[in-house]
């Protein structure tokens, strides 16, 4: 099966300026996640998505960050205007439900993130 | 609220040799799962191996098992026979119980180097 797409690949931007990525999950994986990693860090969550609804954005920075999940497929997050603490690793994650830590049968998959630096 | 620790931000081993990585997590949940992912540089995480807790037998996928020790709440995974491509990061995950279901909660990683 083909795993989870995202681009850029790599994206360089100056602060204050606006950025967005996108993930395509795998195909029939119900629930999405973006997830942020700060070089030396393990990822964090940043929002949940189940079909086209969100789940959890608790950590998500409202005032700058967005997301969406049209049609429950693709999905977007944006950074507007980003600032230079968020140069970080952008990960998108799918799997088929939401049992808990993705259950034992439905574990994450990830996509290769984003590397995004902001100068 | 969950909590996962790896103590180890670096390790390294021989090629051909074994080498174990810690990890601690705290909980009030009496069955539930961990894992372990795997970082290399291309930056996908890919899913090593997982173990649920109500599980007796540690869990084990080739080279990789895992020593789990449920009271103390330790979850260390060993890699025998250890490869050039296992170098890479290594992040132990526990789900977030406490806030939406589903999505996974991961200590800060071990960087393990394999030596020729």
Known sequence: ?119 | AQTVTQSQPEMSVQEAETVTLSCTYDTSESDYYLFWYKQPPSRQMILVIRQEAYKQQNATENRFSVNFQKAAKSFSLKISDSQLGDAAMYFCAFPNYGGSQGNLIFGKGTKLSVKP
């Open chain 1, 1 to 119: 099966e083909a795993g989870v797409a995202q681009s850029p690949r790599y994206k360089i931007i100056e602060k204050r300026q606006s950025v967005a990525f996108w993930c395509n999950p795998i195909s029939g994986h119900a629930t999405l996640y973006w997830y942020q990693q700060i070089l030396g860090q393990g990822p964090k969550l940043l929002i949940q998505f189940q079909n086209n609804g969100v789940v959890d954005d608790s950590q998500l920075p409202k005032d700058r960050f967005s997301a969406e999940r049209l049609k429950g497929v693709d999905s977007t997050l944006k950074i507007q205007p980003a600032k230079l603490e968020d140069s970080a690793v952008y990960l998108c994650a799918s799997s088929l439900g939401a049992k808990p830590g993705g259950s034992y049968n439905s574990p994450l998959h990830f996509g290769n993130g984003t590397r995004l630096t902001v100068t």
